[in-house]
């Protein structure tokens, strides 16, 4: 059984900075490339960060500079690393990937607000 796990939304100002985890199994983590998702109230989810098998990464413009995607295979963990977090960052983020069908975790709330 596929699951993703997504854990570390919270709560935090301007400025700040919040790692997102997102534990994978059922699935050969090695082989699959994880993506990131965010889908803020009102709005289409959007891919914030990417990263391959071969640890290639791709980010939205909206995140150059601010966001690091990583991967622990070891751990069947991906991370998004968000620092210098803005109000337009407040969204659901979600972890996903492609294995027999795309595959969605749960999603974990990020809401950045003084």
């Known amino acids: 059984q596929v699951q993703l796990v997504e854990s570390g939304g919270a709560l935090v100002q301007p400025g700040g900075s919040l790692r997102l985890s997102c534990a994978a199994s059922?699935?050969?983590?090695?082989?699959?490339?994880m993506d990131w998702y965010r889908q803020a109230p009102g709005k289409q989810r959007e891919l914030v960060a990417a990263?391959?098998?071969?640890?290639?990464?791709h980010y939205a413009d909206s995140v150059k500079g601010r966001f690091t995607i990583s991967r622990d295979n070891a751990q069947n963990t991906v991370y998004l690393q968000m620092n210098s977090l803005k109000p337009e960052d407040t969204a659901v983020y979600y972890c996903?990937?492609?294995?027999?069908?795309?595959?969605w975790g749960q999603g974990t709330q990020v809401t950045v607000s003084s």
């Open positions: 059922g699935i050969i983590f090695s082989l699959c490339d």
């Open positions: 996903s990937t492609t294995w027999d069908t795309t595959r």
């Open positions: 990263i391959t098998t071969a640890y290639k990464t």
